[in-house]
């Protein structure tokens, strides 16, 4: 069974950073199409970023310019680095495929306030 562990979220105030990490077990971690995802109160789940094996990204609009995606293969750990933060980005937060198709993690929360 494939699992994602979800860790660096937190409480930050409007322009600030984070960065999430998501490591993965049981899982041929270097071929897979991978994304991070977010699910605010009361709304739908939501794509925020991917990217491919061979390195490749893209990103929702609304994060464009702010938030990075990347890989470590060898560490099978997934990163978000997300900058300028505004309070419409809180959510928790899971990595997946970017199918969505394997076991959901627990998440992070990341809120950010005033």
């Known amino acids: 069974q494939v699992q994602f562990v979800e860790s660096g979220g937190g409480s930050v105030q409007p322009g600030g950073s984070l960065t999430l990490s998501c490591t993965a077990s049981r899982i041929e971690f270097s071929i897979y199409f991978l994304a991070w995802y977010r699910q605010a109160p009361g709304k739908k789940p939501e794509l925020v970023a991917s990217i491919r094996s061979g390195g490749s990204t893209n990103y929702t609009d609304s994060v464009k310019g702010r938030f990075t995606i990347s890989r470590d293969n060898d560490k099978k750990t997934l990163y978000l680095q997300m900058n300028s933060l505004k309070p419409e980005d809180t959510a928790v937060y899971y990595c997946?495929?970017?199918?969505?198709?394997?076991?959901w993690g627990q998440g992070t929360q990341v809120t950010v306030s005033s």
């Open positions: 997946n495929t970017a199918a969505g198709r394997l076991d």
